[in-house]
């Protein structure tokens, strides 16, 4: 696979990682369906890291977009660290929130690398595409930080409460986050083809 494919590739499959997420984050009292929301976030963060591994990859010279990606792809193993291991509830939130952090760390940092030419085929996209993903990632770990809070100071609230501010905050971070890489995949098409034309 050739590094124009694999980082076209890589921006697919981190947007269909993150829209698995997003639906992952949509509030519900059912705990069969919470369940099933673990398990579609557990596969959304995979891919999520998968692909951000992959746009890694398929740079070829340092860069903070290269820097960025990887960044990004550690922090989606957080996340799924935190969703996996048999850890108490309040470590697995904070894996989440951490790793959800990284993220919107990894994403500033990319996007450092496209305000060096804004003019660029495609660059316009991918300055908001990170923005926003940055921004989300954001959104879900202050969503995260509420949650927790709640939890450690009452020990009482519901299980079920999924109407609580932390979780609105989530998934509207987690929407807008995948927003923000379907619109990277629309500057990374460009962007990579250009690359990929021979100079004169």
Request: hydrophobic share 35%.
């Amino acid at each position: 696979m050739d590094d124009q494919v694999k980082e076209i590739f890589g921006a697919v499959i981190t947007a269909i990682g993150t829209i698995l997420s997003a639906i992952a984050s949509i509030p519900t009292q059912s705990t069969r369906i919470t369940e099933l929301y673990k398990s579609l976030d557990i596969v959304g963060n995979t891919l999520q890291g998968t692909g951000n591994a992959l746009q890694a990859d398929g740079q070829i010279t340092p860069s903070l977009e290269k820097l960025g990606n990887e960044i990004q792809a550690i922090g989606n193993s957080t996340v799924v660290a935190g969703l996996l291991l048999d850890v108490e509830e309040v470590t697995e939130e904070k894996l989440v929130i951490t790793g959800n952090l990284l993220q919107a760390l990894g994403g500033g940092v990319a996007l450092g690398e496209e305000f060096e030419d804004p003019s660029a085929p495609g660059q316009i996209y991918n300055i908001y595409g990170n923005l926003l993903q940055s921004t989300g990632n954001s959104l879900q770990a202050i969503g995260g930080s509420i949650n927790l809070r709640d939890k450690e100071e009452s020990e009482s609230v519901s299980e079920s409460n999924s109407d609580s501010p932390g979780d609105i905050i989530i998934f509207t971070g987690s929407w807008i986050q995948a927003v923000g890489s379907v619109i990277s995949v629309l500057g990374t098409l460009p962007e990579e083809s250009k690359r990929g034309v021979p100079s004169p």
